[in-house]
């Protein structure tokens, strides 16, 4: 069975730039959760996914960012427009229910410069 | 403020002896704790979680005790291997709701098992 897989591994780009990162859950899970962990610091929580509806989103952290998950399936996180502070790793993880723990991916390396 | 606090940011332990990495918590609504392990380059791996009606949980090398009064947590690994050499993230949840959908982390603690 193919674990979480993210997309790209690493990114760098400009201040003021678009990226957009990708998650594909493993199949069959509906849950699906983007977390964050800027250096030095705790990976936090950004949102979670039920299938395609947004079912909590109170750690996104300003409306630069933007998370979908068309049908269902694969979610994208983008950041527009970066800044500094965005720099991080953005880890994806999903789960076929709530009670347990979460599957996480190998996370995307964001680097603003 | 930090909900989940792992003070040790390292633990240095001698192959074969006994890991103990600590956590301490602050929100009562967390219900629902659980371990990872994390390689460099890698994210983190589940590795053994507790529910707020246990006080213990073990498999195999790993158990998990908790301290509903202290709000506190331990991970033992016994005995310790140079393979447990990682970082360890202890995360919270609040399963029957009160807070945010998505885990809770401490900082981690970075454990060196020495041969």
């Known amino acids: 069975e193919a674990g979480v897989t993210q997309f790209p591994s690493h990114s760098v780009i400009e201040k003021g730039q678009t990226v957009t990162l990708r998650c594909d859950p493993i199949?069959?899970?509906?849950?699906l959760y983007w977390y964050r962990r800027v250096m030095g610091k705790e990976i936090k929580f950004l949102l979670h996914?039920?299938?395609?509806?947004?079912?909590?989103e109170s750690g996104m952290p300003n409306n630069r960012f933007l998370a979908e998950r068309t049908g269902g399936t694969y979610s994208t996180l983008k950041v527009q427009p970066a800044e500094l502070e965005d720099s991080g790793v953005y880890f994806c993880?999903?789960?076929?229910?709530?009670?347990?723990?979460?599957?996480f991916g190998p996370g995307t390396r964001l680097t603003v410069l | 403020d930090q909900q989940v606090k792992q003070n040790s940011p390292s633990l240095s332990v001698q192959e074969g002896r006994i890991s103990i990495l600590n956590c301490d918590y602050t929100n009562s609504m967390f219900d629902y704790f659980l371990w990872y392990k994390k390689y460099p380059a890698e994210g983190p791996t589940f590795l053994i979680s507790i529910s707020s009606i246990k006080d213990k949980n073990e498999d195999g090398r790993f158990t998990v005790f908790l301290n509903k009064s202290a709000k506190h947590l331990s991970l033992h690994i016994v005995p310790s291997q140079p393979g447990d050499s990682a970082v360890y993230f202890c995360?919270?949840?609040?399963?029957?709701?009160?807070?945010?959908?998505?885990?809770?982390f401490g900082k981690g603690t970075h454990l060196i098992i020495q041969p």
């Open positions: 993880a999903s789960s076929q229910d709530t009670s347990g723990g979460s599957f």
């Open positions: 199949s069959g899970h509906d849950n």
């Open positions: 996914f039920v299938k395609e509806s947004k079912q909590d």
């Open positions: 995360a919270a949840s609040a399963l029957s709701g009160g807070g945010a959908d998505g885990l809770t």
